[in-house]
């Protein structure tokens, strides 16, 4: 029976010693550290305990990893040519998207340019015809002899449409990781920075017809806003389509993001 003055003594153990294993073998040649790339040649290699696989530990990061992952003298630059490649495709990507948005509003100036001509020309009659000339320094008016009038208005805001849509189409493919409003708000913003430069060049150039052109450039940026839209709700469904047309089934799971960015299971068919 123990009582409150009973003095009990546990001795503890003595302590086991850690004695590091023997290593199984040595790195001879030039391999270097995933993480620091620091040449790992001559350290030791030991076997992990849990998973058997022969490891070896980095004395620069201090960091372990498997002594036979083919690091060679190459890592390195395999991955500086990796980043600058990565940063040489990013840049790629966003300069479609900037010369996309130029396009947008390449179309509108050059339907403002189209429908008006620079005046102080001369009027001249040569066998019973009338000859009109123009000079390239007058002040721009408005063209009064444009022929077909309604179709190059339908045909330049239907490309101006086509080209929004190329725009959204192409970011909802091209970066599957951005959230929707993201596609939304650049598409927007490249809609209205391409009319607002339009709009400041045509006032600079035409300032006596800045009424008259506004028209047409409110016309472009309210065709491109559809078009944007109908781009980034319709890309991506689109693309899916196409992949489906066009590739076959063994190709097709390289692309298979197209489905994943949108929560869809991958098709498995070979149809």
């Known amino acids: 029976m123990i009582t409150e003055s009973s003095q009990v003594t546990i001795e503890e153990p003595p ?3 850690e004695r590091p294993e023997a ?10 550290c995933l993480h620091c790339s620091y040449n790992l040649r001559t350290q030791p290699v030991h076997r992990d305990e849990r998973t058997g696989i022969p490891v070896v530990r980095c004395p620069e990061c ?39 948005g130029m396009g ?11 429908l008006t001509t620079h005046g102080g020309g001369t009027v001249q009659r040569i066998n019973n015809t009338t000859i009109r000339t123009w000079s390239s320094f007058g002040p721009l008016e408005v063209n009064a002899d444009f ?17 929004a849509f190329t725009t959204g189409l192409f970011m909802v493919v091209a970066f599957p990781h951005w959230r929707k409003r993201a596609y939304w708000a650049l598409a927007v913003a490249i809609t209205i920075i391409a009319s607002g430069i339009v709009t400041v060049a045509w006032k600079q150039n035409a300032p006596q017809l800045f009424d008259w052109g506004l028209t047409y450039v409110l016309s472009h940026t309210g065709v491109q806003l559809i078009g944007a839209a109908a781009g980034v709700m319709l890309g ?25 960015a949108d929560h869809k299971p991958f098709p498995r068919s070979t149809r």
């Open 236 to 260: 991506r469904p689109l693309a899916r389509r196409t992949v489906r047309i066009i590739f076959p089934p063994s190709v097709r799971p390289r692309l298979a993001y197209l489905w994943s």
């Open 23 to 32: 290593p199984i073998a040595h790195i001879d040649l030039d391999s270097f």
């Open 104 to 114: 947008q509003g390449a179309l509108t100036y050059a339907t403002l340019e189209e």
């Open 147 to 163: 022929e077909y009038y309604d179709l190059f208005i339908g045909a330049m805001l239907s490309f101006s449409a086509l080209a």
């Open 15 to 17: 302590a086991r010693r």
């Open 62 to 100: 201090g960091r372990f990893q498997a002594a036979n992952d083919g690091a060679t003298v190459l890592r390195p630059w395999l991955n500086r040519v990796t980043a600058a490649a990565l940063v040489v495709w990013m840049l790629s990507l966003l300069s479609c998207i900037f010369f996309l």
